[in-house]
């Protein structure tokens, strides 16, 4: 399995931003993709998670209203849309997989990850 970030970038608080996570290696229909990120000197931080069969999709508060999560099953590639982006969110964003149907937000619980993509946001 791989997952490749891209989309990360310098944005202007209020702006928006799209990250893309392409994903190989398998079918993902029994996946939770999810959206982590990190700051230096910080634990990884779970933002969104979408269920690939069914897209269902679900997003922590403190990005709640502002990012969504989507995928887009032709591509196999899942987004994060930063809308309104705020100084705090920036970090290095990372895409993860895991195999099964419950959403957990530990980064523990996701076996494949892609390279972290560095979003800074500037006031």
């Known amino acids: 399995v791989q997952l490749q970030a891209s989309g990360g970038g310098l944005v202007q608080a209020g702006g928006s931003l799209r990250l893309s996570c392409a994903a190989s290696?398998?079918?993902?229909?029994?996946?939770?993709m999810a959206w982590f990120r990190q700051t230096p000197g910080k634990e990884r931080e779970f933002v969104a998670a979408?269920?690939?069969?069914?897209?269902?999709?679900y997003v922590t508060d403190s990005v709640k209203g502002r990012f969504s999560i989507s995928r887009d099953s032709a591509k196999n590639t899942v987004y994060l849309d930063m809308n309104s982006p705020k100084p705090e969110d920036t970090a290095v964003y990372y895409c993860?997989?895991?195999?099964?149907?419950?959403?957990?937000?530990?980064?523990?619980?996701?076996?494949?990850w892609g390279q972290g993509t560095q979003v800074t946001v500037s006031s």
């Open positions: 993860a997989a895991r195999q099964g149907v419950n959403l957990f937000y530990g980064r523990s619980s996701y076996e494949y």
């Open positions: 290696g398998r079918t993902f229909s029994t996946y939770v």
């Open positions: 979408i269920w690939w069969s069914g897209g269902t999709t």
